[in-house]
């Protein structure tokens, strides 16, 4: 990214833009060099349209009961992407699919409230996915970044941060824990891509030091400068 430039985010949602409003306050909090250039809703009345508009952020609806056809639906979201040229896309609690065309591949993050490759996929998303956890008895969850491609949950991993599953857990307390680790998780893998760490490598992430090669395994999980 250009030296004195912040850099330009998109955010995608379809609810109540909980993550969204965690990276407007890390950008608050000078933690992101970042702004946010476009909120793009699948829904005209969720909360996260409420806080991106109290934000003053520009907000686009673009709504799949409106453009049931796929082509059309991602047609519309990638040409309000190339208008706003953000340098990484967000999807942020985004649940519609859309076909992400070449132009965009391996600009677009999500984040999954599970330890992929595990309860992700279709319909899996937010408390099905805390359901499935723990009808399945596992002892961890936690959350993924990675890059979005056109399967669902499958794109390469950037990083991943965990939480016991406890004994009492419900879906509802086993959501809040993971969620305070999405809290950390996004805006920590946005500044690795934003400062120029990330090389994608077929479905791989290659951490790496621009100029100076791989990042050390014990440092990866670090906020790297």
């Known amino acids: 990214?250009?030296?004195?430039?912040?850099?330009?985010?998109?955010?995608?949602?379809?609810?109540?833009?909980?993550?969204?409003?965690?990276?407007?306050?890390?950008?608050?909090?000078?933690?992101?060099?970042?702004?946010?250039?476009?909120?793009?809703?699948?829904?005209?009345?969720?909360?996260?349209?409420?806080?991106?508009?109290a934000a003053g952020l520009p907000v686009v609806v673009i709504r799949k009961k409106e453009h049931p056809d796929v082509e059309e639906f991602s047609r519309l979201i990638a040409a309000t992407l190339d208008e706003h040229r953000p340098d990484l896309v967000c999807q942020a609690g985004w649940t519609c699919f859309w076909r992400i065309p070449d132009r965009w591949?391996?600009?677009?993050?999500?984040?999954?409230?599970?330890?992929?490759?595990?309860?992700?996929?279709?319909?899996?998303y937010g408390h099905h996915v805390h359901e499935a956890v723990l009808a399945a008895g596992e002892k961890m969850s936690g959350c993924t970044v990675h890059f979005a491609n056109n399967e669902y949950d499958a794109g390469p991993i950037v990083l991943q941060r965990t939480v016991p599953v406890l004994p009492d857990d419900t879906p509802d307390t086993l959501a809040e824990r993971v969620f305070e680790q999405e809290c950390i998780a996004y805006p920590a893998a946005i500044r690795l891509f934003l400062k120029g760490h990330l090389r994608l490598e077929g479905d791989r992430v290659q951490l790496i030091r621009p100029g100076r090669g791989p990042i050390p395994p014990k440092l990866a999980s670090q906020d790297i400068s």
């Open 105 to 124: 591949l391996g600009q677009v993050f999500n984040i999954h409230p599970a330890l992929l490759p595990k309860f992700g996929g279709k319909g899996f």
């Open 1 to 53: 990214m250009t030296p004195g430039v912040k850099s330009r985010l998109a955010v995608m949602l379809s609810g109540g833009g909980r993550t969204l409003q965690n990276l407007i306050d890390c950008i608050a909090r000078g933690e992101l060099d970042a702004r946010i250039v476009v909120v793009i809703s699948s829904l005209p009345d969720v909360k996260g349209v409420d806080r991106a508009r």
